[in-house]
């Protein structure tokens, strides 16, 4: 078994051994209900979703967000009007099952929670989705489906296309920041391993084997762009919804929203270009205000100048990222993305060395293309070292690199 492999394992199994001495947590707000159901989708696996909202638990809108995030992971308040449905998805937090990385089994999820909440007596039949970031990339690569009485969805940066946006871009594996997803999705199922424990005393094993093989899916057995990764990306939207956009330049995951704007323009979607994952100019709100103001228009009919707000929105940084966030910005609107009037600018990297280090440039950019240059050869430098005396043991300490090429000749 590679190493790769068996530190997958000890990580899998290890958070969900975590879950033995982790607690629980959470209670309702004085003036709101907070109700844990469990919900059997079609296959016979039991979801945790949790319904929150002002006492009492009448008939209204619904907000729907699917989270691999465990407990108290939604990520907007939706204010008295809406109740607000948390669904933690298969194989994460306190659902059961394995986790598929956002596959077909979790898009047929999506499926089944909305035809069940829809007609629930908390429900009035008007569903919207939010999202961030995962919870944001389940709805895109569910929007294939016929989503049952969804009006519209609010989605907060997340990859439009998980292998090229983040996972594999340029085809060049970036596993640093899957295996930080993962951990971030395997801490609640350890956190919440109690509870599901006392429940469901053999759902652990299923649990991680599916964190396992979505890391070891989607790091090591499928490079490319194949069929198991455009089943985890965005297929079309036959349900034309209209969506809100919300992301930033600064954001990692910021081509998915841009995206899906483009792909999603006719259909009534608008873009805010705010901030997201990394924060957006203080005293903004980061969208949220917008965020209400779509859902309220499209679910609850309200009359609030939605339909003359510019179809994209951008708060542009006058500066560098730590002026954006103190608050330092501009305001730009415009009808489409990328703004009509843009103008392409070709860069180029300069030739210019650092005089610090041993390198072709300084990986600057430049607006001038640079002159005639003479092809350099960078060769690494390995210390001498001595091979070992087949009589001692290796000695690693001294020289690893140069033994472990001596060991392969």
Known sequence: MSRVRVTAVVVAVGMVGLGLMAGAAGGATPGRFSEDIRFV????????????????????PVIVEFSPYGRGSGTFDPGPAYNFLLVQIRGTGDSDGQFDALGPRTQSDVYDVLQWACHQRWSNGNLGLNGFSASAITVYNSLHLQLPCVRTAVLKSGTFELYRDLLWPGGVSNSIPGLGVLGLIGAPAAAQGPSRLERNPGSAPGVAAGLLDAGVSG????????????????????NHLPILMVDGFFDVESRGAFQAFQALHHDGAHLVVIGAHDGSPAGTGGGVAETQAWFDHYLRAVTNGLESHPVVQMWMS???????????????????????????????????????????NDGTLTTTEPGSWAPRASMPWVPPCRPPRRRTPPRRAVCPLRQRLWRLR
Do not use: C
């Open 41 to 60: 989708a079609s296959d016979g696996v039991s979801l945790q979703t949790t319904l929150t909202g002002s006492a009492p638990p009448v008939a209204r």
């Open 318 to 360: 006058d500066g560098d990222r730590l002026a954006y966030l103190n608050g330092r910005f501009v305001r730009y609107d415009g009808s489409d993305w990328p703004i009509p009037g843009t103008r392409w600018v070709p860069m180029h990297l300069s030739a210019a060395r650092s005089g610090t280090a041993r390198s072709l």
């Open 219 to 238: 790091g090591l057995e499928h490079p490319t762009l194949d069929a198991w990764w455009q089943d985890r990306g965005f297929r079309g939207d036959v």
